[in-house]
C-alpha cells in the first residue's frame, strides 16, 4: 500500500547516490540527489556531458555496470520503496513492470535477427505469465498504432526501418508493459529535426492519454521544452536547480543554468549566443566548495564552502546568491524531493 504522503507522486527520490570504482579513483557521478515527480507529468534533465544524467537514469532504473562503488539513498515508485529490494524481486516487481527505460542509442538497441513482433512482446510475456501470446500480439497491434508504427512493420526486422521509426519500436517495448514511469535518455539525438518533433508528438501523446510520468534525460535544451513540466538540472554529480518548466524557461536561477540558457539559439532576438567559459570539473576528485564555482562570473570567497540548497517560491536552488532571498534552506532529502518526513 502507498504510504498518504506519497499518493500523488509516481516518483520520490531521495539523497540518491551512485559512485563508480575506477582506477584512477572513485567517480561520484551522482552525488545525493533528491527530487519528486507527480503523476501524468515530465521532468527535463538537463546539463553538460558528464554531469550525471545517464547515471542517474541507470540509478533510477537499477541498470548497473559492475564497478559501482556506492549505491544508496531510496526511491520510491508509486509509492513502492524499491532500493531495499533484492535483485530478483526488483526485476520482477519494478523493472519494466512500474518503470521502464528508452536508452541512449535506442535505435541500436534492438536485435538485428528477430522480428519486431518477438522483440516488442518480451517483457509482456516474462513479466505476465498469465497472458498469451495471441493476448500479446494484440497488445503488440495496439502499442504500434499508438506510437505510429505501421501494422505491416510488425512482421520485419530492425534493419528494415528507418532510424525515427526503430526509435518508435523502442518506445512501444518501453510502453507494452504499461509502466508508471518511463526513463528516456537522449532519445532523439542521432535523429533530424522533423522527425525529433513527431517522436516528441508520441511522446506528448502517451502521457496525456495514457497518463504516464517521464524523466526525460538530454542536453537539447529547446527541444525538451516541448515536453517538460519540470526542469532538473545537473551538474558535476549534483541538481543545482529544480523548477517549473514555466519558471525555469522564463527565468532560471542558478548562474549555471542562465548561462546553459544563454548558450541555446534563439528564434526571435538579436542576442548574441554566450558560452560557458573553462571545463566542469573532474568527478574523481570535485572541488569542495560549489562546482561550480571556477566558472562562474558571480563566485566570491564564500563560495569555497559547498551551499545548501535553499528554497525560493516553489523552486530549489543550491547557491549562495540565494540566501538572503530564500524561503527558507532546506536540510532533508524529503523536503527536497517533496514529501512530509
Given at each position: ?11 520520490v ?20 540527489v ?27 532504473t537499477?541498470?548497473l ?23 530478483e ?25 528477430l522480428?519486431?513482433k ?24 495496439e ?15 530492425p ?9 518508435r ?11 508508471s ?10 535523429l533530424d529535426?522533423?522527425?525529433?518533433a ?5 511522446l ?22 516541448e ?9 558535476a ?16 536561477l ?11 539559439p ?15 570539473p ?12 571556477d566558472r ?36 532533508s ?9
Amino acid at each position: 500500500m502507498a504510504s498518504p504522503d506519497l499518493k500523488d507522486k509516481a516518483l520520490v527520490v531521495e539523497d540518491l547516490v551512485l559512485y563508480f570504482k575506477l582506477t584512477h579513483g572513485i567517480v561520484q557521478a551522482v552525488d545525493h540527489v533528491s527530487f519528486s515527480l507527480d503523476k501524468n507529468r515530465a521532468v527535463v534533465v538537463i546539463g553538460e556531458s558528464g554531469c550525471g544524467k545517464t547515471s542517474m537514469g541507470k540509478a533510477l532504473t537499477r541498470l548497473l555496470p559492475r564497478n559501482v562503488s556506492r549505491y544508496s539513498g531510496k526511491v520510491y515508485i508509486d509509492g513502492v520503496e524499491t532500493m531495499s529490494m533484492d535483485d530478483e524481486t526488483y526485476r520482477r516487481e519494478v523493472r519494466w513492470v512500474k518503470i521502464s527505460q528508452v536508452p541512449q542509442a535506442a535505435m541500436n538497441a534492438l536485435n538485428p535477427v528477430l522480428k519486431l513482433k518477438d522483440q516488442v512482446m518480451e517483457p509482456l510475456l516474462l513479466h505476465y505469465r498469465n497472458v498469451s501470446e495471441e493476448e500479446a500480439l494484440e497488445q503488440v497491434h495496439e502499442v504500434f498504432d499508438f506510437v505510429g508504427v505501421p501494422d505491416a512493420f510488425i512482421e520485419r526486422y530492425p534493419f528494415e526501418l528507418s532510424g525515427g521509426m526503430r526509435q518508435r519500436v523502442v518506445i512501444a517495448m518501453a510502453l507494452i508493459t504499461r509502466p508508471s514511469v518511463i526513463v528516456l535518455d537522449e532519445p532523439t539525438s542521432a535523429l533530424d529535426v522533423l522527425t525529433q518533433a513527431n517522436i516528441y508528438n508520441v511522446l506528448k501523446r502517451i502521457k496525456w492519454e495514457k497518463g504516464t510520468s517521464f524523466v526525460l534525460i538530454t542536453h537539447d535544451v529547446a527541444t525538451s521544452s516541448e515536453l517538460a513540466d519540470d526542469v532538473l538540472v545537473m551538474y558535476a554529480g549534483h541538481m543545482m536547480e529544480h523548477s517549473s518548466a514555466k519558471e525555469f524557461f522564463d527565468e532560471p536561477l542558478h548562474p549555471y543554468a542562465k548561462m546553459l540558457m544563454a548558450a541555446v539559439p534563439k528564434l526571435y532576438g538579436d542576442e548574441d549566443l554566450q558560452f560557458i567559459p573553462g571545463k566542469p570539473p573532474s568527478l574523481l576528485n570535485p572541488p569542495t566548495g560549489c562546482r561550480f564555482a571556477d566558472r562562474c562570473p558571480f563566485a566570491t570567497e564564500k563560495c569555497k564552502t559547498e551551499p545548501p540548497t535553499f528554497r525560493v517560491g516553489d523552486r530549489f536552488v543550491k547557491c549562495w546568491l540565494y540566501e538572503k532571498d530564500a524561503d527558507e534552506i532546506v536540510n532533508s532529502p524529503q523536503e527536497l524531493a517533496g514529501v512530509q518526513e
